[in-house]
């Protein structure tokens, strides 16, 4: 997670939303993930229901089946 300053929002980048799916197939719950990026629960959900990198999902499994 890159440091930002105070006021600006964090965003989440498609690394941070490989890492979402990770922990939500691990059953890791989706206000616990976005504690640990400093996020508002619902940028997370956007990335589960694909609203915000769209492509995270299928990255993220195939680097599942390839581990």
Partial sequence: MAELDQD???QITLDDALD???RHWS???QHHIAAS???NPGR???VIK???H???EGIAKMR???A
């Fill in 8 to 10: 600006t929002p964090y």
């Fill in 20 to 22: 979402v799916w990770i």
């Fill in 27 to 29: 059953g890791e719950y």
């Fill in 37 to 39: 990026y400093g996020v």
């Fill in 44 to 46: 997370v959900n956007d």
């Fill in 50 to 52: 694909g609203r915000k």
């Fill in 54 to 56: 769209p492509e995270s």
């Fill in 64 to 66: 599942k089946e390839v």
